[in-house]
């Protein structure tokens, strides 16, 4: 059985009050004009993105309700698309629909979602963590895998909004440790080949100047990552970045060529290897 600290848990908690309040005080002080300036995803604009996560608020609430209770089936109508692209696109206009029927209720509704989440999180404790939730692309996750899926999708569309109005927005700093251990599922569920997919085996080596280095294996079926990963094993591609320019990577939201440029990340390898890691983490 995996053992759970309480103490961590508490922390990410934490976190999440800080990144929610943090964006809704950022949201509230935009004009209707700025909340319909583009985002960082193609999708939506930063209202689409702010009605995304107060529906995700929403719906964790709801999941963890009941997987506590024991009942971690699909809500009744729920029919789930395809594939995860198909998803991914009944999801966006989903959302679009949500933050337009919301009107100027939106951010109101974010604070007060967000709320009734903290609440609800502050009263699961032992147990409680381990309850199976459902959750509509792995079918059910715990209640502690949902604390830690909160603060990627608030840190990671933290960013998508504020980078649309500020090109030198960075990811929150105190969402990093937990999406530097998210990263490792991302990239695995990331990874597409493509039409060009790897050859064989690639191993790249991301040495942090502010964490532990991150290693990633690529290969035709599939990618895995972590800390060690590469122990006694010669890497391929040594990439030179921080943390922080390193999860943009990861999570598809790095504007390679000009990090290139001006050298806020560099490689050493067979020329192109950090662009076919781009192009092969498209994510959905």
């Known amino acids: 059985m995996v053992s759970y600290d309480e103490t961590v848990i508490r922390e990410e908690v934490r976190v999440i009050g800080t990144l929610a309040r943090g964006l809704y005080e950022f949201l509230d002080g935009l004009s209707q004009e700025q909340m319909e300036t583009q985002s960082a995803c193609d999708a939506w604009t930063i209202r689409d993105v702010a009605g995304h996560l107060t529906n995700r608020a929403e719906r964790q609430i709801a999941s963890m309700t009941r997987g506590r209770t024991g009942d971690s089936a699909p809500p009744a109508g729920f029919t789930a698309p395809s594939d995860n692209m198909a998803m991914s696109a009944a999801?966006?206009?989903?959302?679009?629909?949500?933050?337009?029927?919301?009107?100027?209720?939106?951010?109101?509704?974010?604070?007060?979602?967000?709320?009734?989440?903290?609440?609800?999180?502050?009263?699961?404790?032992?147990?409680?963590?381990?309850?199976?939730?459902?959750?509509?692309?792995?079918?059910?996750?715990?209640?502690r895998e949902y604390v830690s899926?909160?603060?990627?999708?608030?840190?990671?569309?933290?960013?998508?909004?504020?980078?649309?109005?500020?090109?030198?927005?960075?990811?929150?700093?105190?969402?990093?440790?937990?999406?530097?251990?998210?990263?490792?599922?991302?990239?695995?569920?990331?990874?597409?080949?493509?039409?060009?997919?790897?050859?064989?085996?690639?191993?790249?080596r991301f040495a942090l100047s502010d964490a532990d280095a991150m290693d990633v294996l690529v290969a035709p079926d599939g990618a895995r990552a972590g800390v060690g990963l590469h122990q006694g094993d010669a890497v391929d591609v040594t990439v030179e970045c921080d943390a922080n320019t390193y999860l943009l990577l990861a999570y598809g939201r790095l504007e390679l060529d000009a990090a290139v440029e001006s050298e806020r990340i560099r490689a050493t390898g067979p020329d192109g290897a950090l662009q076919r890691f781009a192009a092969w983490m498209v994510g959905f």
């Open 149 to 204: 899926q909160r603060i990627q999708e608030l840190a990671v569309h933290d960013w998508d909004i504020r980078s649309g109005l500020d090109a030198e927005a960075a990811l929150h700093p105190e969402a990093i440790p937990v999406l530097l251990g998210m990263s490792t599922n991302w990239l695995r569920a990331a990874f597409n080949p493509g039409s060009q997919p790897p050859p064989g085996e690639v191993r790249y």
């Open 91 to 143: 999801n966006a206009d989903a959302d679009i629909e949500y933050s337009r029927s919301l009107g100027d209720a939106l951010i109101p509704t974010f604070a007060e979602n967000y709320r009734e989440l903290h609440r609800l999180l502050d009263s699961f404790s032992g147990d409680d963590w381990r309850c199976d939730c459902w959750h509509p692309r792995r079918g059910t996750m715990t209640g």
